[in-house]
């Protein structure tokens, strides 16, 4: 499985990006997909993710009621609306492919990885 993160860039304080993640190759064995991010000097951490259905989604506290997870069958992408943005927010976030079901926080749950697209929040 390939996977194609884009849509990263720079914003102001409370402004808002979309990100996306293309699947491609073998995409039949995806049960789940994720969001993480590291942010300069810090351990990647779990944004938020969805399962391949689209029925079931699960967020990082800190982001909550700030991004939305969805995806798009028939493009086989995944987007991450990321709206109220925060300087907090400025990393790298990666989009992650997992076999697995259920929807895992951890790096470990996931054997597929993006490039990595940089969102820089100002202040």
């Known amino acids: 499985v390939q996977l194609q993160a884009s849509g990263g860039g720079l914003v102001q304080a409370g402004g808002s990006l979309k990100l996306s993640c293309a699947a491609s190759g073998g995409t039949f064995n995806i049960n789940g997909m994720a969001w993480f991010r590291q942010g300069p000097g810090k351990e990647r951490e779990f944004v938020a993710a969805i399962s391949w259905s689209g029925i079931s989604t699960d967020y990082a506290d800190s982001v909550k009621g700030r991004f939305t997870i969805s995806r798009d069958n028939a493009k086989n992408t995944v987007y991450l609306q990321m709206n109220s943005l925060k300087p907090e927010d400025t990393a790298v976030y990666y989009c992650?492919?997992?076999?697995?079901?259920?929807?895992?926080?951890?790096?470990?749950?996931?054997?597929?990885w993006g490039q990595g697209t940089l969102v820089t929040v100002s202040s």
């Open positions: 992650a492919a997992s076999g697995r079901y259920g929807l895992g926080h951890d790096t470990n749950s996931y054997n597929n």
